[in-house]
């Protein structure tokens, strides 16, 4: 589709992501708006660019390196991401993914902890699992919103959701 310069986003939007070594790519491809709300979820794309590539297609056909909900409106509001493109979304991204919890509380001298169990949540319900298999840690994401800093943190070091340990 062709390139675009419009500041609101739509799903289906491509939206460019200027990092310390270049600019990186997420593909908009769910808004999530029941209670609780968590807005855009994104799906970051491989690679990343000395300049915009002219077309996107072949980009967004790739597996996304990780997902994630992201407050996306108002990073574009204020100009620190921007729209670039229209996309179709992927049949192998349609679905919302299956996102996985943990249970944790800081205590009162601010420590963290982290129960052993963990929830499943597939953006309508939510089940508890007592742990999770090396191929849950692999298919299912976070489900964390980060600000712009963490995202672009994550992007240039190459960061990718089994990267998180499974009691985080």
Same mark, same amino acid.
Request: hydrophobic residues 35%; charged residues 25%; aromatic residues 10%.
């Given at each position: 589709?062709? !390139? ?20 990186? #790519? ?16 994104? &799906? ?11 077309? $996107?297609?072949? !980009? ?5 390196? $990780?997902?994630? @909900? ?10 620190? $991401? ?13 679905? !919302?993914?299956? @996102? &996985?919890?943990?249970?944790? #509380? ?9 129960? =052993? ?10 089940? &508890?699992?007592?742990?999770? =298999? ?35």
């Amino acid at each position: 589709m062709p !390139l675009t310069t419009r500041k609101r986003p739509r799903i289906g939007d491509v939206i460019e992501i200027p990092t310390p070594k270049g600019l990186a #790519y997420a593909h908009y491809t769910h808004k999530h708006d029941e209670p609780p709300r968590y807005g855009a979820l994104i &799906r970051v794309l491989p690679g990343i660019f000395p300049k915009r590539p002219a077309d $996107f297609v072949a !980009l967004v056909l790739q597996p996304p390196v $990780f997902s994630t @909900f992201f407050p996306l409106g108002a990073a574009c509001n204020r100009k620190i $991401f921007s729209v670039v493109a229209a996309e179709d979304i992927p049949r192998h991204t349609r679905d !919302l993914p299956t @996102f &996985r919890n943990c249970s944790w #509380y800081r205590d009162r001298d601010g420590q963290l902890h982290v129960s =052993s169990c963990h929830w499943l949540w597939d953006g309508h319900r939510q089940w &508890r699992v007592e742990s999770l =298999s090396a191929e849950q840690l692999r298919e299912y994401p976070p489900r964390t919103i980060p600000n712009d800093i963490l995202l672009i943190e994550r992007i240039i070091s190459g960061w990718k959701h089994q990267d998180d340990p499974p009691n985080a």
